[in-house]
Structures are given as structure tokens and as C-alpha cells.
């Protein structure tokens, strides 16, 4: 019988515990001295706050997994997860407070104070749990027994692998090299080893035993025989198949495809409430877009028609997510006629493979023909280009789930249709008003490849406070004129 891993929240159930009682003794501590010995609890107003921060802590928790690999963190990096963890709590309720109008009662003493008390208390209180697992796990007793079977030239690593860190609730018996009749060597890290032929049952059937594991290339082929009689010895079986992509970044996950058994394989998996976070910010992002994006339609919208009379919006096919279709809008900023012209300038393209399309003084931009004193033109189309203001329909797009907020720039069909088979891993994700290669000087970039590798970067490294940092930059670089053509 195999005793599944707890989920998330009940693995770390004493932590959470922990911090939910440092964040109630830090507020209550901060007002006790702020407030000449008054217990907080007493005031209505800080009884509710309370709850509140109780409330906001359990959002945190389930949506960023802060306590993720906790028991393995070092020292600096445990203080480091402890102050970003009570810094988003305090943003949260600094939020809360603006959304209900209640800011103003509390002084910023209170929440500095706050901060710090629950920074302290909380990263003792953190260090000494886990000094108290710590020396719980050191022990065997409680552990699970776990017996490994892989080929030569794999048997160091996986050692190596599942000998890391010192809060692992097993501990290994012994490692057996298939495809030897004898080991090379007696042991690894004091691990006893065995060939093949060194009457491995006996040894498994007579001594202690829990599980085994099954750590070979993709290539070999699993051993049935042994498979069944470890079965037939009520002995739990795991197979590992990260050897089929220790180098290229892949990451795998078991689960279910209808109603079979599979191993999943992807650039990068996230967690459900990951993917809700992101949707949450995208949705709020969305809103305030659109709006923003009513009020500028009041005046560019008369603009761009007197210059070029038309629709105001334009709408195009592009690809998103996997190569599905949508209709991407935009403020029109080029003629009517500009697609067809397109094909008239294809040599002037500065992406030199043509797999995108970026053109230096482009004569389709309406008002283009107007030149300023440095022979720059300065029509409406640029204006609303170099500002980025033609952008701000597409947060309709987000709101509608096309497009998300960050994510890689949607190509058009034709370009889709000329890309390499390594091209497609950029549209693996939602596409994106603003991305990676947008921060990082996308006028400057005139090699596709490197866009490429931009947006992969993006994908593998992918969090919701990555999607904040590029939100950040992307401000900063349209208020700098940066980058926009």
C-alpha cells in the first residue's frame, strides 16, 4: 500500500499555522504600543482587520504557494521568501483598505511597525520548525525504505539527486545496476551497490524494503519480470523518466487523459491557481483598458478619420495560443490600402527573415508625408504609434480571453505559416499587449531568432510576478518613447 504526498496546503499546514499566529501577535503588538497598552481586539474597526488579514494570508497562500520547497530553503534565501511573503500581505491590505475606503485609518507607523514585527517573528519562528523537522528527519525511523534500480552510468546522479537536502522522508537501502553482472563499485555516498546477478530478490524479499524505484534512459527497456514479482511482494513501484530531458528544460507531470494513466510532458507547468491568478489580472487589466481606452477614442478617434476616412478600429485575423484564430483590434494608424502596399516594401523589412514585419518610416502610417524640422514624420499614425496609444483596443481582446495582458506578440497568418518548427514554441502561451521582447528594445531587435529566444525565455521562467516586472518596464518604456515604431 503507497500513502500519497499531502497536497500543498496540509504539507505545510504547520507553517501556515505559524504565520497566521505571528501576523495576529505583530498587529496586536504594534497597536498595543502605538495605542498606550490598548489591546486591539477592543475596537471594532481592528477586530475586522484581523479577519481580514487572517482572510488575505489563506488568498496568498493558495495563489503563490509562498512555502513551496520551504523545508530545503537556506538561510538568506528563508528571509528573503519571509519579507516578500509579509510585503505582498501588507499590499494586499493596503488595497483592501483603498477599495473600502478605510486607508485613513490606519497610520503608516502601524502597518512599518506591523512589517517588521511579523518580519522577525516570523523567520524564527520559520528557522526553528524547521530545525525541529530537521532533526525529526534525521533519524530513519519514520522513513521510508527505498531501493533503487537504474543502469551504470546513471547510478551517481540519481544517488546524488535523491540525497539532496536533509528533509526527505526516505532513505535508501541499496541501488542495483542492470546490464552489469557486477558493480564497479561497492558503493556510492555509502550506498551499498549490486550487479545484476547478486540474487537481488533474496535480498529485497528478506530485508526492509518499502519501495523501488526505477530510474532508466527512455531508450532501455523496464524490466517486466522484475516488475511483476516486486508487485507480487506488495512492494510500491515509482519510474522516473527525467532522464529523457535532464538538459532541455522540460518539465513532466503524471495525471490523467480521459480515464488513462499519462505522463505529461511541457515547457512549463503551472499551477490551476497560477493560471487563475493571471486570468484575475487580466480580467481587472482588461476593464481598466477598456476604459482608458473609450475616453482616448474620443479624441484620436475624429483624428484618424478627417486624415483617412474609414473605420476608426482596425480588426485583423492573427494567431494565438497553439495556433488558434482570433481578431486582433487596434486603433487604425496606417491607410486603408496599407496591406496591399505591404508587399511594395518587403525589401525595406528590418526583420531580415521576413518573419515579421518592421519597416523605418513607414510611408502606409497615416500623416506620415508630414515631416518634422529633423525630417521625422509626425502625422496621427505616428503619434498614436510611438505613444503606443494604437495598443489600448486590444485590452478588449484580453478581456474577451484571446489575448492576456503579458505574453509573446500574435503574428499575423501569413507569418505563421512561414515559421520553423522551433518557432512555434512562442505561441505556446496566450499572446500578449506586451511581452519580453518588448522590454528589451523592440525597435533594436532585427533577428527573429532573438525575439525566439526572448519569448521561450519568457514561457520557461514564467510567474505572475515576472508578468508584473515586464508591466513595470513596459510603462516605463512607453513614457520613454523607447523602443515603439
Given amino acids: 500500500m503507497y500513502e500519497k504526498a499531502r497536497n500543498s496546503w496540509l504539507k505545510h499546514l504547520d507553517f501556515i499555522l505559524l504565520d497566521l499566529l505571528c501576523f495576529q501577535l505583530s498587529f496586536s503588538l504594534s497597536y498595543y504600543i502605538l495605542q498606550h497598552l490598548t489591546f486591539a481586539y477592543s475596537v471594532i474597526f481592528y477586530r475586522y482587520q484581523a479577519i481580514v488579514l487572517v482572510i488575505l494570508q489563506l488568498l496568498i497562500v493558495f495563489f503563490t504557494q509562498p512555502y513551496k520547497d520551504i523545508v530545503r530553503r537556506g538561510p538568506y534565501k528563508e528571509f528573503v521568501k519571509t519579507v516578500q511573503y509579509a510585503f505582498l500581505v501588507m ?8 477599495a473600502v475606503h478605510q486607508i485613513i485609518m490606519i497610520s503608516r507607523r502601524f502597518f512599518i511597525m506591523t512589517t517588521i514585527f511579523f518580519i522577525v517573528s516570523s523567520y524564527i519562528v520559520r528557522s526553528l520548525n524547521k530545525i525541529r523537522i530537521g532533526r525529526k528527519r534525521n533519524r530513519n525511523a519514520g522513513k521510508r525504505a ?3 534500480i537504474t543502469i551504470a552510468s546513471e547510478a551517481r546522479h540519481v544517488v546524488e539527486e535523491l540525497q539532496k537536502g536533509s528533509f526527505s522522508d526516505f532513505f535508501i537501502t541499496g541501488v542495483e545496476l542492470l546490464g552489469s553482472s557486477t558493480a564497479e563499485v561497492p558503493e556510492i555516498n555509502g550506498i551499498p551497490v549490486y550487479g545484476r546477478g547478486e540474487e537481488i530478490f533474496s535480498r529485497i524479499s528478506h530485508e526492509w524494503v518499502d519501495e523501488v524505484l526505477f530510474y532508466l534512459p527512455p531508450n532501455y527497456p523496464l524490466p517486466e519480470s522484475y516488475i511483476d514479482k516486486m508487485l507480487e511482494m506488495g512492494i510500491t513501484i515509482h519510474y522516473s523518466f527525467s532522464v529523457l530531458n535532464q538538459e ?7 495525471g490523467k487523459l480521459g480515464d488513462l494513466h499519462v505522463l505529461t510532458n511541457s515547457l512549463r507547468i503551472v499551477t490551476v491557481q497560477d493560471l487563475a491568478l493571471k486570468r484575475a489580472m487580466d480580467i481587472l487589466g482588461g476593464l481598466v483598458g477598456c476604459l482608458l481606452t473609450g475616453i482616448i477614442c474620443i479624441f484620436i478617434g ?3 478619420y478627417i486624415q483617412s476616412p474609414g473605420p476608426i478600429f482596425f480588426t485583423q485575423w492573427r494567431i494565438g495560443k ?11 494608424s ?6 496591399e502596399r505591404k508587399k511594395e516594401y518587403m525589401a525595406q523589412n528590418k526583420i531580415s527573415d521576413g518573419l515579421m514585419f518592421k519597416m523605418e518610416d513607414d510611408p502606409r502610417i497615416i500623416g506620415s508625408e508630414k515631416k518634422d524640422r529633423n525630417g521625422r514624420p509626425r502625422g ?4 498614436i504609434r510611438n505613444t503606443s496609444l494604437d495598443e489600448f483596443p486590444q485590452f478588449w481582446n484580453v478581456l474577451k480571453g484571446d489575448m492576456s495582458l503579458v505574453g509573446t506578440r500574435p503574428p499575423t497568418v501569413d507569418e505563421w505559416e512561414r515559421y520553423d518548427l522551433h518557432h512555434r514554441v512562442r505561441m505556446s502561451v496566450k499572446p500578449g499587449i506586451t511581452g519580453m521582447w518588448q522590454v528589451s528594445g523592440r525597435s533594436k531587435i532585427t533577428d527573429f531568432e532573438e525575439v525566439v529566444r526572448l519569448d521561450t525565455e519568457y514561457i520557461r521562467n514564467w510567474s505572475w510576478m515576472l508578468d508584473i516586472q515586464i508591466l513595470l518596464k513596459t510603462v516605463a518604456v512607453v513614457l520613454k518613447h523607447e523602443g515603439a515604431s
Avoid: H, S, W
Avoid at 499590499?91 to 483603498?98: E, H, W
Avoid at 532541455?248 to 503524471?254: F, H, K, L, N, V
Fill in 91 to 98: 499590499f494586499a491590505d493596503i488595497v483592501y483598505l483603498f
Fill in 146 to 148: 527505498l531501493f533503487v
Fill in 248 to 254: 532541455t528544460g522540460i518539465q513532466q507531470e503524471t
Fill in 302 to 304: 475624429p483624428a484618424i
Fill in 322 to 332: 497553439n495556433g488558434k484564430k482570433f481578431k486582433m483590434y487596434k486603433f487604425r
Fill in 334 to 339: 496606417m491607410y486603408m490600402d496599407a496591406e
Fill in 380 to 383: 496621427i499614425g505616428n503619434f
